[in-house]
T-cell receptor
Framework: NAGVTQTPKFRVLKTGQSMTLLCAQD?????MYWYRQDPGMGLRLIHY???????AKGEVPDGYNVSRLKKQNFLLGLESAAPSQTSVYFC????????????FGPGTRLTVT | SQQGEEDPQALSIQEGENATMNCSYK?????LQWYRQNSGRGLVHLIL?????REKHSGRLRVTLDTSKKSSSLLITASRAADTASYFC????????????FGKGTLLTVNP
């Protein structure tokens, strides 16, 4: 049981380049989330999904797109990276229901130069 | 916008001492959760307390919740060097999307 995995672990992009971050979970969780973590800011929700084929905006969605074509995978895309998107990105998943915790991946450290 | 605000921002104690971290939030909640993050790692869930609960224990962890004051505290007893980490509170407002809103965290350093 791998839990939540994220690919890649590190990435350096130049301004304007694009990339996709992959999140995969093997726990059959319905809900999946993408967060970014910046120094002194805690975690902020970018986008989330309540099931296969669904996505919704979180607190800071601008500059990002997501897709959930398969239940176990949640992709986060940056179409045209900007230095402001330098951050650590975390994916999380959970079961449906009111009192379950979120399970987090190990994170992807992205630097945009 | 941050819902929870932890206090203090940083805490340094000796091994064996107790560590107390506080969290305040702004709106009504369904439950409040505490997470730990070791340096360079993902968050790990520690404990969840429902809005109708006042206190909960898990091993060396004790969490209290005061919904009238919109605040929670996390107590770690007999701390160990391995407890060194950042601790975050997160609130679930009970919406159907089960989104969590995280605070900025408390950095706990336990000195051996």
């Amino acid at each position: 049981n791998a839990g939540v995995t994220q690919t890649p672990k590190f990435r350096v992009l130049k301004t304007g380049q694009s990339m996709t971050l992959l999140c995969a979970q093997d726990m059959n969780h319905e809900y999946m989330y993408w967060y970014r973590q910046d120094p002194g800011m805690g975690l902020r929700l970018i986008h989330y999904s309540v099931g296969e084929g669904t996505t919704a905006k979180g607190e800071v969605p601008d500059g990002y797109n997501v897709s959930r074509l398969k239940k176990q995978n949640f992709l986060l895309g940056l179409e045209s990276a900007a230095p402001s998107q330098t951050s650590v990105y975390f994916c999380a998943s959970r079961l449906a229901g009111p009192t379950y915790e979120q399970y987090f991946g190990p994170g992807t450290r992205l630097t945009v130069t | 916008s941050q819902q929870g605000e932890e206090d203090p921002q940083a805490l340094s104690i000796q091994e064996g001492e107790n560590a107390t971290m506080n969290c305040s939030y702004k709106t009504s909640i369904n439950n409040l959760q505490w997470y730990r993050q070791n340096s360079g790692r993902g968050l790990v869930h520690l404990i969840l307390i429902r809005s109708n609960e006042r206190e909960k224990h898990s091993g060396r962890l004790r969490v209290t919740l005061d919904t009238s004051k919109k605040s929670s505290s996390l107590l770690i007893t007999a701390s160990r060097a391995a407890d060194t980490a950042s601790y975050f509170c997160a609130t679930d407002d009970g919406g159907s999307n089960y989104k969590l809103t995280f605070g900025k965290g408390t950095l706990l350093t336990v000195n051996p």
